[in-house]
């Protein structure tokens, strides 16, 4: 139990395109799922929160305008990165929540901006 | 400071051994603890989780908590080769940030032979 897919595993994109990536849970319901990036050799950072039927909450630092987030049910968020550019290219990574205090990761999604 | 403290390693230990990961964090708030696997190029994935002071064994994982001195360990007995992976410890706030994960920096464990 507690799945959790991404797609597309892999995706490089032109400098200036958008990208959108799918996170879906496939065995639960989560009404709230987290988007993550990781630089090389870093941690994972949270980008933004996503709850089902309202607007996400990003982290400082995190521009909502370009990490498009929709979360429009209780199995499937989206994370829109628009008009990328190179310093994007990084692995994002999303996670759900049971409803319980555990979060289990889809297995990311590594973007190259050229 | 950093909310979340690990130490980056490297750790190296022989197979066999018992291994231990130490993790510090700032926010006495933090309700809940967990220690996640990483292997190179994949997402973590979770292998322990701990809520109360004191120790929580699963198989040869054992979770340690001390919350009065913020402090939570992981200990992996009779490690193995494909136990080697980085480490990453991560809590959760309490109040209005429930839910939301914060994680250290990871500590890179290798087991040889």
């Known amino acids: 139990g507690a799945v959790v897919s991404q797609h597309p595993s892999r995706v490089i994109c032109k400098s200036g395109t958008s990208v959108k990536i799918e996170c879906r849970s496939l065995?639960?319901?989560?009404?709230?799922m987290f988007w993550y990036r990781q630089f090389p050799k870093q941690s994972l950072m949270l980008m933004a929160t996503s709850n089902e039927g309202s607007k996400a909450t990003y982290e400082q630092g995190v521009e909502k305008d370009k990490f498009l987030i929709n979360h429009a049910s209780l199995t499937l968020s989206t994370l829109t990165v628009t008009s990328a550019h190179p310093e994007d290219s990084s692995f994002y990574i999303c996670?759900?929540?049971?409803?319980?205090?555990?979060?289990?990761f889809g297995p990311g999604t590594r973007l190259t901006v050229t | 400071q950093k909310e979340v403290e690990q130490n980056s390693g490297p750790l190296s230990v022989p197979e066999g051994a018992i291994a231990s990961l130490n993790c510090t964090y700032s926010d006495r708030g933090s309700q809940s603890f967990f220690w996640y696997r990483q292997y190179s190029g994949k997402s973590p994935e979770l292998i322990m989780s701990?809520?109360?002071?004191g120790d929580k064994e699963d198989g040869r994982f054992t979770a340690q908590l001390n919350k009065a001195s913020q402090y939570v360990s992981l200990l992996i007995r009779d490690s193995q080769p494909s136990d080697s992976a980085t480490y990453l410890c991560a809590v959760t706030a309490g109040g209005t940030s429930y839910g939301k994960l914060t994680f250290g920096q990871g500590t890179i464990l290798t087991v040889h032979p």
């Open positions: 701990i809520y109360s002071n």
């Open positions: 996670s759900a929540g049971t409803g319980g205090n555990e979060q289990y």
């Open positions: 065995d639960f319901q989560a009404t709230t």
